[in-house]
């Protein structure tokens, strides 16, 4: 499959995974509101697992086996995880806490942000090609 048509692929998942990730902030903001970190940290974490599920399945499904399905799991953490993580929580500090904007509105340049980098992780590492041939 040509990259170009794996990032349209991605690009929708990520589309996807955006709303997931702004409706569960916007949820968690309103039974817990002020502690919006707290909060981007778990619609985070629902988002990543949303968006491995969909990856798995969809973006890469032509590098999907059996033996990999854990460590692919545990590259996507490591990598588009950790990307997230890191660019959602200081973009959001920075965003919400010092310049005042909105919590959702923030959260939507945050996750724009780091998708480029989460890509490319994804492409060349989280579901690089194994050595396994198995189809789940």
């Keep these: 499959m040509s990259v170009l048509i794996r990032w349209g692929k ?6 996807l995974g955006a709303g997931v990730q702004l409706a569960a902030l916007a949820a968690l903001d309103l039974l817990a509101p002020g502690h919006y970190l707290i909060a981007t940290a778990t619609a985070l974490e629902i988002t990543l697992l949303h968006n491995f599920v969909w990856h798995l399945n969809f973006t890469w499904r032509d590098r999907r086996c059996r033996p990999a399905l854990l460590g692919r799991l545990l590259r996507f953490h490591l990598s588009n ?3 997230s993580y890191a ?7 920075l965003l919400v806490g010092e310049a005042h904007l909105p ?7 945050a996750i724009l942000a780091c998708s480029i980098a989460n890509f490319c992780l994804g492409h060349n590492w989280a579901f690089a090609p194994g050595k396994c041939t198995a189809e789940v």
Excluded at 10 to 15: I, M, P, S, T, Y
Excluded at 87 to 93: E, F
Excluded at 103 to 109: F, K, Q, R, Y
């Design 10 to 15: 991605f690009n929708l998942v990520g589309a």
């Design 81 to 83: 995880g950790l990307v």
């Design 87 to 93: 660019g959602n929580l200081v973009l959001m500090r």
């Design 103 to 109: 919590i959702l509105a923030a959260n939507g340049v």
